[in-house]
């Protein structure tokens, strides 16, 4: 039986007093969209940050394409903290594009999409390019490669993002509430390129969103994340029909009201 793509054992994150992660376990199958949902504060995007190793956890495991990220063997066999170049080598099976675009504002948006592959993986110029074009046409910005990020709007510079993320030929894909900056039109323009890199690509996806439309239309499970935990999970027909927990009906009835 193939293992999953992405596995968190046991996986606690403390700020102090305050623990964000709490002894969550979580498997996503290799070609799997997961919504992540929930409230602010229920550790949805500390979940995001630390397959990214932007943040350290301080208890359990993730394994990745199966070996883990967190941890590396070590000679005698166990399993230790993994060092740097360790964890650098596992996540450049993953890609991230945040709720800011992060853009290099003194390149254009083909410089931008280049730069990592010949910088990390040593990809010749030529090469990159090729690369960068074909993914910038994907993401419907073929007209644009010499436009700076101060002469695109926000949902097209989080369409670079998008495209220079997927650069690093990434198995999964992360997306931290990559529509949260943009008004409802620029929106719109990001989920339609995120729902097309779903239906022709065989990436995993994990997305933590309010757009619970667009989780519902798109994702495969839904995990509803209440103090840390995955609180109730399901198919959006589920989740979203029929939900068990009360807290997650409240959630729910509280966003469909704001919307």
């Not at 110029?125 to 993401?139: G, Q």
């Amino acid at each position: 039986m193939p293992q999953p793509i992405v596995r968190f054992t046991d996986v606690t994150k403390r700020y102090g007093n305050l623990t964000v992660l709490n002894n969550l376990n979580l498997d996503v199958e290799a070609g799997e969209k997961v919504a992540i949902i929930g409230p602010s504060g229920s550790g949805k995007s500390t979940l995001l940050r630390a397959l990214m190793t932007l943040e350290d956890i301080d208890e359990g495991i993730i394994t990745v394409d199966d070996e883990p990220l967190t941890h590396m063997p070590a000679r005698d066999g166990r399993l230790v903290r993994a060092n740097a170049r360790h964890q650098r080598k596992v996540r450049g099976k993953i890609g991230m594009v945040f709720q800011s675009f992060n853009l290099f504002p003194h390149m254009s948006a083909l410089q931008n999409v280049m730069e990592a592959p010949v910088q990390v993986l040593g990809l010749d110029r030529k090469e990159a390019r090729e690369r960068a074009c074909e993914l910038l046409d994907m993401v419907g910005l073929g007209e644009k490669h010499d436009h700076y990020p101060s002469q695109l709007s926000g949902g097209q510079q989080q369409r670079v993002a998008i495209a220079r993320a997927l650069a690093m030929r990434p198995k999964v894909m992360l997306f931290d509430e990559v529509t949260s900056a943009l008004d409802p039109e620029l929106c719109g323009e990001v989920l339609s390129v995120i729902r097309r890199l779903g239906a022709e690509h065989s990436l995993t996806m994990l997305m933590v969103t309010h757009q619970m439309g667009f989780a519902r239309e798109f994702a495969d499970r839904i995990c509803f994340f209440h103090q840390g935990r995955i609180h109730e999970q399901g198919t959006p027909a589920e989740l979203f029909g029929n939900p068990r927990e009360d807290r997650t009906r409240c959630f729910l009835s509280a966003v469909n009201e704001a919307q």
